[in-house]
T-cell receptor, first 114, second 113 residues
């Protein structure tokens, strides 16, 4: 089985400061990794994904994440945040084969302060 | 229309009512999902349909009944719900044979009174 841990439930950060949202996963099989963002009363929107290849992946809105297999982590980073980045961020994993289901972490609420 | 569309966006129902949530995807995908999102809990996977067959049922109470008549449509039939069933219900779709990202609808905010 797969599981995802997002240790930080809330992260406050000042506008134009850098931010890192942490994600660790557990799986006995190969996985794909994803970050999604959710704005209030909306569904989830894909920010970026790691399928294979380069461990540094770039996504929309200036976000990037690095896959670290030895540490089973997939942390999300942005060098300079904006007020509009205030939202809930979810890390997710899925198996690379077999029954296709996406397992999510509990989410991290990013609050950007002026 | 593009993407994944869910209707209604908001629903208030009594515990004795019967209602249905609808999801439609216009992405040509062949797998569809229902998730439940409650406050301060991780997204709970409820059901997975792949090629119109249910492949996953995560111990969901029988008062939730899914239906997938074709690869573009997914329903969640609700009856005799409890107040703790109040949540945001999210539908998603993906391409099963490629198993990359899932695309989500905007959700139905359900309140059981």
């Amino acid at each position: 089985a797969q599981s995802v841990t997002q240790l930080d439930s809330q992260v406050p950060v000042f506008e134009e400061a850098p931010v890192e949202l942490r994600c660790n996963y557990s799986s006995s099989v190969s996985v794909y990794l994803f970050w999604y963002v959710q704005y209030p009363n909306q569904g989830l929107q894909l920010l970026l994904k790691y399928l294979s290849g380069s461990t540094l992946v770039k996504g929309i809105n200036g976000f990037e994440a690095e896959f670290n297999k030895s540490q089973t982590s997939f942390h999300l980073r942005k060098p300079s945040v904006h007020i509009s980045d205030t939202a809930e961020y979810f890390c997710a994993v899925s198996r690379t084969s077999g029954t296709y289901k996406y397992i999510f972490g509990t989410g991290t609420r990013l609050k950007v302060l002026a | 229309e593009t993407g994944v569309t869910q209707t209604p966006r908001h629903l208030v129902m009594g515990m004795t009512n019967k209602k249905s949530l609808k999801c439609e995807q216009h992405l040509g995908h062949n797998a569809m999902y229902w998730y439940k999102q409650s406050a301060k809990k991780p997204l709970e996977l409820m059901f997975v349909y792949s090629l119109e067959e249910r492949v996953e049922n995560n111990s969901v109470p029988s008062r939730f009944s899914p239906e997938c008549p074709n690869s573009s449509h997914l329903f969640l039939h609700l009856h005799t719900l409890q107040p703790e069933d109040s949540a945001l219900y999210l539908c998603a779709s993906s391409q099963a044979d490629r198993n990359t990202e899932a695309f989500f609808g905007q959700g139905t905010r359900l309140t059981v009174v």
